[in-house]
């Protein structure tokens, strides 16, 4: 395929696929990496006017610091409807829940959704779009439970393949993809495997998904909530008109403990996010002073896994 044929695919590819971008979030270089690592060539060739637009919506949060100061501290955030209480009680005995949320207190709550405190700032649309039509714009509440705290199996596709005789690779269009741990295993764990001997034992290199719940820390201090995780859902949800979800909550009653919780992006600098007097709010992704849709080219995530073994003798 020569250059411009290759230009053209990418073009193609472009059409369909946006990312959502709120502009204005320090660090500008972070919006102008994506962009020049994913961007199509027009976005690319036109930094002037990216950084042009940036600039604009920076001066347009200058505004908002005045107008809206206080305004994640005034979120919404209730029990929930006793009838959704056994949806809650199966998603806390779950082992996601159970293995990821065992740190500090956790609930799950109704939360509002507008004056959450955002630290991502951009969303792949095509993936927002996706949600929406999966919930459906008028959901019962236990349908938007599930939607919110889903404890079913992702659907997303995954290709492995062995690349070498101690290397493989995963592929999957989700960016939720990740490598969750190592792990040691009983032989009696171990089910179908016809083994060349007697095992002692197994090592795994675990590969998926998160637990995938909408996922918020409650700061203690400022009473403000900061979105963690399930930002596509959120957004999908405001799209749809929904105001408020099921969220699972943890709080935090000290700033260390967002070390062990939160993204590095909020631990290296909560006062930013806890203490600035109008932070980024998720009803921003919806303003068209502030967000920006970014044609990009596809990409997937890969995950590559290596292993070595070596074999001593040694003195016993």
């Known amino acids: 395929m020569n250059e411009s044929e290759n230009i053209s695919t990418i073009r193609a590819e472009a059409a369909s696929r946006h990312e959502l971008w709120l502009l204005g979030q320090p660090p500008l270089h972070k919006f102008l990496d994506f ?18 637009q940036w600039r604009a919506a920076n001066d347009y949060y200058e505004e908002l610091a005045k107008n809206e100061a206080g305004i994640a501290d005034m979120i919404e955030c209730s029990g929930l409807d ?60 236990e349908a938007l439970f599930r939607f ?30 990740r490598f969750h741990e190592s792990v040691l295993l009983h032989p009696d764990q171990i089910v179908g495997h016809e083994a060349h001997g007697a095992l002692a034992g197994v090592v795994g290199l675990m590969v998926g998904h998160s637990s995938n719940f909408l996922n918020a820390i409650h700061d203690d201090d400022s009473n403000r909530l900061l979105l963690n995780n399930g930002y596509h859902r959120a957004c999908a949800l405001r799209e749809l008109g929904i105001t ?3 969220c699972l909550v943890q709080t935090v009653t ?15 600098n909560p006062g930013y996010y ?18 920006k849709m970014i044609p990009v080219k596809k990409v997937v995530r890969m995950i590559e896994i ?10 016993a």
Do not use: W
């Not at 082992?95 to 700032?121: G, K, S």
């Not at 000290?254 to 290296?268: F, G, H, M, N, Q």
């Open 274 to 291: 806890f203490n600035a007097p109008r932070p980024p709010v998720l009803k921003d992704f919806g303003n068209p002073r502030i967000r």
């Open 148 to 177: 919110c705290l889903p404890l079913d199996t992702p659907q997303t596709p995954v290709e492995i393949r062995k690349v070498g005789s101690q290397r493989y690779v995963f592929r999957c269009d989700s960016t939720d993809f």
């Open 82 to 141: 006793r009838r959704l209480q056994p949806l809650a009680e199966e998603v806390m005995a779950d082992a996601r829940y159970r293995r990821t949320f065992d740190t500090l207190p956790a609930r799950i709550a109704m939360v509002e959704l507008d004056r959450l405190v955002v630290c991502q700032n951009h969303v792949t649309y095509n993936f927002v779009e996706d949600l929406k039509s999966r919930l459906g714009p008028h959901p019962d509440p």
């Open 244 to 246: 408020h979800a099921p």
């Open 35 to 52: 962009v020049d690592d994913q961007g199509v060539v027009e976005q690319i060739s036109n930094a002037q006017l990216l950084v042009d």
């Open 306 to 315: 290596s292993f070595e073994v070596d074999d001593h003798l040694i003195h």
């Open 254 to 268: 000290r700033r260390d403990e967002l070390d062990i919780t939160a993204k590095p992006i909020v631990s290296e």
